[in-house]
C-alpha cells in the first residue's frame, strides 16, 4: 500500500524527516541531520518545505513539531478542496453531453451511416429496450447510475424484478451506482440484495450527478434533461446506438464506481458493519471480540477491511465515514 502521507504530498525522505521531528520534538537542524545520518543541506532543503507545508514550525534555529491532527488536517483539507474542485468541473463536463450530442448527431458517422439517436418516452420503453438489447447478445453489461429517491422508488417497482429474472436466465449482468440516502427506502434493501444474491452489484455515493445507462458497448441512454429526475419527465431519454458515445459514459460510470462503496450489507460487509457499532459504543478489540465470538484478530482485520473499503486513514476516521454513508443506520 502507498505511504498515505505521500499521498498528502510527502516525498519518502520528507516523511522519514517528519517522523524524526515529531519523536525528538525540538531539535536543531544539526541534531536532525545527525538523527537522519544524511547531509546538512539536503535536510535543511526538506526542512523547508516541511515548513512552508506547515507541518513543522521553526524558532530561534530550532524546529518543532506541529501536533499532527492540526499539520495533517490541514493538508488533507487542502487535498480535499482540490478534490472538490475536480468534481466541480466534472460536473460542469456532464453537463455540456447535451450539447456534444446534438453536435455529433448534426454529422455523419462514415463508417455507419447517421448518427443513431432516438427520443423515446416511457418506463416500458426503458425496460423493453434494455431486455431486448440483452435477448440480441447475452449476457450484456447493464451499467446504471440512479441520482435521487423518486428514481429508486421506480426502480425498486418497476425494473428491479424483470431485471434481477434476466440476471437469473444470465441475459445480462448489473452494476449501479445509487445515492446512500435511498437505502432507507422502503424495499431497497430487499430489492438489492435479491440484485447481489443473482450476480448484480451495487455501490453508494454521498451524490450521483444523474441518470444515465450503458447496455453493452453500442447502446446508452441519456435523460432529456442531465440531472432532472426520470419520472417527473416522463421517462423521456436519448436512445443512442454509438459506441464513441458509450464508451464516455462507460468511463464516466467506472470514474463513479472508483469513488463509491460497497453496500452495508453482506457477509463481509456485515462483519465490518458489526465492529464500527460496537466501536462507536466504546468498546475495545478485546470487548468486541467477546461480543461477537471471534478472534482479536478477525476484529482487527475487519477494521483493517472497513478502512480499505471506506478510504479511511483510521478507525475513527472510518467510524465518520461509515455513519456518514448510512452503514451505522
Known amino acids: 500500500m502507498s505511504d498515505p502521507l505521500e499521498t498528502l504530498g510527502l516525498d519518502p525522505a520528507q516523511t522519514a524527516l517528519y517522523t524524526a ?63 472538490a474542485e475536480e468534481s466541480r468541473r466534472i460536473d460542469s463536463a456532464l453537463g455540456s453531453i447535451r450539447g456534444l450530442i446534438r453536435d455529433y448527431d448534426a454529422g455523419r458517422d462514415y463508417q455507419s451511416g447517421p448518427f443513431p439517436v432516438e427520443l423515446v418516452s416511457g418506463a416500458d420503453v426503458l425496460y423493453e429496450s434494455v431486455i431486448g438489447i440483452a435477448v440480441q447478445s447475452p449476457p450484456m453489461e447493464l451499467l446504471t447510475a440512479i441520482p ?21 436466465r444470465q441475459l445480462l449482468t448489473m ?3 445509487i445515492p446512500v440516502s435511498t437505502l432507507t427506502l422502503p424495499g431497497v434493501r430487499e430489492s438489492l440484495g435479491r440484485l447481489v444474491d443473482t450476480g448484480g452489484r451495487v455501490r453508494t455515493l454521498d451524490r450521483v450527478p444523474s441518470w444515465f445507462m450503458t447496455a453493452g458497448p453500442e ?43 460497497p453496500l452495508p450489507w453482506g457477509k463481509r460487509a456485515d462483519g465490518m458493519v458489526q465492529v464500527l457499532r460496537l466501536a462507536a459504543q466504546g468498546m475495545c478489540d478485546e470487548s468486541i471480540a467477546r461480543q461477537l465470538g471471534v478472534s482479536v484478530r478477525t ?7 472497513a478502512m480499505g473499503e471506506l478510504g479511511a486513514q483510521s478507525r475513527f476516521h472510518a467510524g465518520v465515514e461509515a455513519a456518514r454513508r448510512g452503514w451505522l443506520g
Not at 519523536?23 to 526538506?46: S, W, Y
Not at 435521487?148 to 437469473?168: G, L, S, Y
Not at 476484529?299 to 477491511?305: E, G, L, N, T
Request: net charge neutral; glycine share 6%; aromatic share 8%.
Open 175 to 177: 452494476r449501479a451506482v
Open 21 to 83: 521531528v515529531l519523536r525528538l520534538h525540538r531539535a536543531t537542524l544539526a541534531e536532525l541531520a545527525e538523527a537522519m545520518d544524511g547531509p546538512i543541506d539536503k535536510v535543511c532543503r526538506q526542512l523547508t518545505e516541511l515548513v512552508r507545508l506547515g507541518v513543522v514550525d521553526e524558532q530561534s534555529g530550532e524546529y518543532l513539531a506541529r501536533h499532527p491532527a492540526a499539520a495533517l488536517g490541514r493538508l488533507i483539507a487542502e487535498r480535499l478542496d482540490r478534490l
Open 299 to 305: 476484529v482487527r482485520a475487519r477494521f483493517a477491511d
Open 219 to 261: 447502446a446508452a441512454g441519456l435523460p432529456a434533461l442531465w440531472g432532472g429526475s426520470l419520472p417527473d419527465h416522463a421517462y423521456n431519454f436519448y436512445l443512442v446506438r454509438a459506441p464513441i458515445v458509450v464508451g464516455v459514459l462507460r468511463s464516466l460510470f467506472e470514474e463513479l464506481w472508483g469513488r463509491s462503496v
Open 148 to 168: 435521487d429517491e423518486r428514481t429508486m422508488i421506480d426502480f425498486v417497482r418497476k425494473f428491479a424484478d424483470p431485471w434481477i429474472d434476466a440476471q437469473k
